[in-house]
């Protein structure tokens, strides 16, 4: 299971960091885990991704510059830094992980999700 914690209201240009804890299974098992996020009336969009065991990272054009996401190896988790956050960055938040080859911008490619968390920026 993957559990997804850390949003919350945070004003725009705030920051705010989300974390994903693997229960159950070690992420090891995994090839990459992935963040994702849907705003109401949207379609759920890629986030970021990072491969577990080489740690090379991919970005949505919307994040570049603005979000890093990490992985902790021993504490078994991934992270989401998210700074300077504007008002479009609100939406709930999901971390997602896969075993298998697929587009990892896809959320198809994805077998395992979390239940989400909710970012909302204030103005």
């Known amino acids: 299971q993957l559990q997804a914690s850390g949003g919350g209201l945070v004003q725009a240009g705030g920051s705010l960091r989300l974390s994903c804890a693997a229960s159950?299974?070690?992420?090891?098992?995994?090839?990459?885990v992935g963040w994702f996020r849907q705003a109401p009336g949207k379609e759920r969009e890629f986030v970021a991704a990072i491969t577990w065991s080489g740690g090379s990272t991919y970005y949505a054009d919307s994040g570049k510059g603005r979000f890093t996401i990490a992985r902790d190896n021993a504490k078994n988790a991934v992270y989401l830094q998210m700074n300077s956050l504007k008002s479009e960055d609100a939406a709930v938040y999901y971390c997602a992980a896969k075993r298998f080859s697929g587009d990892y911008s896809q959320r198809g490619s994805y077998d395992n999700w979390g239940q989400g968390t909710l970012v909302t920026v204030s103005s």
């Open positions: 159950g299974r070690a992420f090891s098992i995994y090839n990459m």
